[in-house]
C-alpha cells in the first residue's frame, strides 16, 4: 500500500519519471487503484468570467494585455450571464464549474461582490463551484469560503528555478502564500502547471516536489500541456509530445498519490488513444466545453464517446462535507481481498451518457429554432 509522503527528493522523482514507460504506467495505475475509483473522471467546466487585459506578463499566456494575441477581452459577466452557463455546463454533465479571471490579484470592491454572488448561485444550483482569480489574501479566501466555494485554483506552474523565466512580475513566493491563505480556510487546493515550455525534466520533477511537500498535498493538480498561442513568447514552441504527457500524469499520480490528477489543457493535441494512457496513468478530471479559458477544447461529445468507450464514468457533484450518493454498482465494489482506499461510490455511465445526448440533442434542437 503506498503512503502519502511530504518528503520526497527531487532525485526520486525524476527516478520515477524516467523509468521504462509501461512499468511507470503499471506503478502509476496500480497507485490510482488503491487511493481512487479508476472509472470515475470528474469533470469540470471553464468559465472565463473576466477576459484578457492582464497586467502580468506570465510568457504562456494569451490574456496578458502586453502581448498582441487575438482574443476578445471582456469586462466581469453579469451573475445571470453566469448563472445560464452553469446551467449549460450541467445539462452536459459537468458536476463543477471553474470561474476564471484575468486579474493579477482580487481587489476588494463591488468586482469581488459580484464575484461572491456568482458563487453563491452556482451554489444553489447544485455544482461545485471552482474560482482562479489570481493572488488571494486571507480575509478573501475565507469571503470565498464563506459563500461556499468548493476550490480554488492558483498554479505554480513551474519549478522555482524554471519559474522567473516565465514570469517576472511576480514570485513564487506569492503563489506559495496565496496558497496557504486558501489552506487557512475549508476551501480545497487546486495547484499544479504546465509542461513544454521549454523546462527540463528536473524542472517538472522541482514542481512536483513543491507540491507534494506542501501538507496537505493540494487536492487536485491540474497539468496543462501548453497551448502555443500566436503572440505569446512561447509562440513558437512545439506541441507536447504525448509521452511527456503520460510520464507528467502518472509521475503526479505516484507521488501525490490522493490528489486528483487533472488532465487540462492541450487535448485537442492529444489522440484519444493518448487520453485513454492518461486516465490509465491516473488522471482523474478533465475540462470539458469547446473552449477553455480562450483556447479551443475538445467536444463534449466527443469527450463522452471516449467515456464510453473506455468505461469511463462521469463523477456525480456532492456537496462539501456531506457523503456522496450511495454506494451503488456492483462493478464499482473491489475484488475480494484487493485494498482499495477509493470508497467513493459509481455512477451508472449508461445512464449518464444517455442523458448528456439527449441534453445536447435538446440544445442542438433548441439553437435550431432559435
Ligand atoms: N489570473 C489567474 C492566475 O494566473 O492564477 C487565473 C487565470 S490563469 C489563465 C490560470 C492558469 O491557466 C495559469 O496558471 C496557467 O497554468 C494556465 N494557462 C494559461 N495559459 C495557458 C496556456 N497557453 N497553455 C496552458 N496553460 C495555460
Ligand atoms: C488550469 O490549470 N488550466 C485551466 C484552469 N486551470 C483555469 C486553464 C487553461 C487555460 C488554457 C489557455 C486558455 O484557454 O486561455
Ligand atoms: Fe494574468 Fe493569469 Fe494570464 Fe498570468 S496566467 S497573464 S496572471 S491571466
Same mark, same amino acid.
Given at each position: ?90 445539462? =452536459? ?8 479571471? /484575468?486579474?493579477?490579484? +482580487? #481587489?476588494?470592491? &463591488?468586482?469581488? !461582490? $459580484? ?99 506542501? =501538507? ?8 496543462? /500541456?501548453?497551448?502555443? +498561442? #500566436?503572440?505569446? &513568447?512561447?509562440? !513558437? $514552441? ?133
Amino acid at each position: 500500500m503506498s503512503e502519502i509522503r511530504h518528503d520526497w527528493t527531487k532525485e526520486e522523482i525524476i527516478d520515477i519519471y524516467n523509468k521504462p514507460l509501461l512499468e511507470l504506467v503499471y506503478e502509476a495505475a496500480s497507485v490510482h487503484r488503491q487511493f481512487h475509483n479508476p472509472r470515475e473522471v470528474q469533470i469540470s467546466t471553464l468559465l472565463s468570467i473576466k477576459t484578457g487585459g492582464c497586467p502580468e506578463d506570465c510568457a504562456y499566456c494569451p490574456q496578458a494585455a502586453r502581448y498582441h494575441t487575438d482574443i476578445e477581452t471582456n469586462d466581469l459577466m453579469t451573475v445571470d450571464q453566469v448563472k445560464a452557463q452553469a446551467l449549460r455546463a450541467r445539462s =452536459s454533465g459537468s458536476s463543477r464549474v471553474c470561474m476564471g479571471a /484575468a486579474w493579477r490579484n +482580487v #481587489e476588494d470592491g &463591488p468586482e469581488f !461582490e $459580484q464575484v461572491l454572488d456568482m458563487v453563491r448561485t452556482i451554489n444553489k444550483l447544485d455544482m461545485e463551484v471552482c474560482c482562479t482569480l489570481g493572488m488571494l489574501n486571507e480575509n478573501q479566501a475565507q469571503r470565498l469560503a464563506e459563500a461556499g466555494l468548493y476550490a480554488y485554483n492558483h498554479n505554480l506552474d513551474s519549478s522555482e528555478e524554471y519559474y522567473g523565466e516565465i514570469i517576472s512580475s511576480r514570485g513564487y513566493g506569492d503563489r506559495l502564500r496565496t496558497l496557504e491563505n486558501v489552506r487557512k480556510t475549508n476551501v480545497t487546493v487546486c495547484s499544479g502547471g504546465i509542461i513544454g515550455m521549454g523546462e527540463s525534466i528536473e524542472d517538472r520533477a522541482g514542481m512536483l516536489l513543491a507540491l507534494a511537500s506542501l =501538507s496537505p498535498q493540494p487536492e487536485s493538480v491540474p497539468i496543462n /500541456a501548453l497551448v502555443a +498561442v #500566436e503572440g505569446t &513568447p512561447l509562440e !513558437e $514552441q512545439e506541441t507536447t509530445p504525448i509521452w511527456d504527457m503520460i510520464r507528467m500524469v502518472a509521475t503526479t499520480r505516484i507521488v501525490l498519490p490522493n490528489t486528483t490528477v487533472r488532465l487540462s489543457a492541450g487535448r485537442t493535441e492529444m489522440s484519444k488513444e493518448g487520453q485513454a494512457f492518461c486516465f490509465l496513468a491516473g488522471a482523474g478530471s478533465i475540462f470539458a466545453g469547446d473552449k477553455l479559458l480562450t483556447t479551443p477544447n475538445p467536444d463534449v461529445n466527443e469527450d463522452m464517446e471516449l467515456f464510453n468507450t473506455l468505461g469511463l464514468i462521469p463523477m456525480k457533484p456532492y456537496a462539501k462535507g456531506a457523503q456522496p450518493t450511495p454506494v451503488a454498482p456492483e462493478e464499482m465494489t473491489p475484488a475480494e481481498g484487493e485494498k482499495t482506499r477509493w470508497s467513493r461510490p459509481g455512477h451508472r455511465i449508461e445512464k449518464n451518457v444517455e442523458a448528456t445526448k439527449k441534453a445536447n440533442k435538446k440544445r442542438k434542437e433548441s439553437k435550431l429554432v432559435e
